[in-house]
């Protein structure tokens, strides 16, 4: 089995792979808690992957490479994609993973992965199997935590799923329309603004809050919240097949 591992700024999330297909998949709130999983001792695991949002991850690091090899995915590492992102010593590696998963779904076509989870990230590939870049906003939760953090009195409200209402009529509600609403309004927009450039464009949700905005979009898309797991199973396929 092959082993993905994705540290991002508030959870970990972990897949088990044989081949392209997902046999198992585990989120922990820390790297602790992923090794008291004992996930290392139960599974005979060949080669791992793991990327990561956050620093000092050396002694989880040294933990992996006793028990399988270890690749370190960073902006530097070969994917099938050729990148064309200015500053690559900047670019988040979900961002990379994710065009490359999107583009491995539909290779040569016009991609927009959209990731909807701490930040939502706007990720484009061209029909040259190229990523250019695209956007970076704030997450639904950090638009209610910036909300209360820089005002006097907004209470920290919770995403509510159900929620719709255009027109709030209280405060809680206003806030809720601004953010829940207005997110969704911006995904839209951007959809829009992109195909209107790339009539054939494709376009994929990922991320923690894809559910949320999956029923919400105005355009059908393609929605895998495991999209990043696979993208990282298929940039390690890519590196192993570079060795033999």
């Known amino acids: 089995m092959q082993l993905v591992i994705d540290i991002g700024n508030t959870r970990v999330k972990a897949a088990l792979f044989e081949q392209k297909e997902l046999k198992h998949f585990f989120v922990y709130s820390n790297t602790t808690e992923f090794l008291q999983s004992e996930i290392l001792e139960k599974y005979t695991i060949e080669n791992c992957i793991l990327v990561s949002v956050i620093d000092s991850i050396e002694s989880f690091i040294e933990t992996l490479k006793k028990k399988t090899h270890v690749l370190i995915y960073s902006t530097l590492t070969p994917t099938p994609l050729k990148n064309l992102y200015q500053t690559i010593d900047t670019l988040g590696g979900d961002r990379l993973i994710g065009a490359v998963a999107g583009n491995f779904l539909y290779p040569h076509q016009h991609v ?3 990731d909807t989870g701490t930040c939502i990230k706007y990720n484009f590939v061209n029909n040259r199997n190229e990523f250019i870049g695209g956007a970076i906003s704030p997450g639904i939760k950090m638009r209610f935590q910036a909300l209360n953090a820089f005002t006097a009195r907004l209470p920290f409200l919770k995403i509510e799923e159900s929620y719709n209402l255009l027109i709030g009529r209280n405060s809680n509600e206003n806030i809720l329309t601004g953010v829940e609403m ?4 911006e995904v839209d927009g951007f959809i829009e603004q992109y195909s209107s450039l790339f009539p054939d464009l494709k376009v994929i949700l990922t991320g923690g809050d894809s559910d949320f905005f999956e029923n919400r ?4 898309i393609f929605a895998d919240p495991l999209l990043i797991l696979r993208g990282l199973n298929i940039v390690l396929d890519y590196n192993l097949t570079r060795r033999q």
């Not at 207005?182 to 309004?185: E, H, L, M, S």
């Not at 979009?217 to 059908?220: T, V």
Request: glycine share 10%; no cysteine.
């Open 182 to 185: 207005g997110a969704v309004a």
């Open 112 to 114: 927009l992965v959209i």
């Open 217 to 220: 979009l105005k355009r059908s």
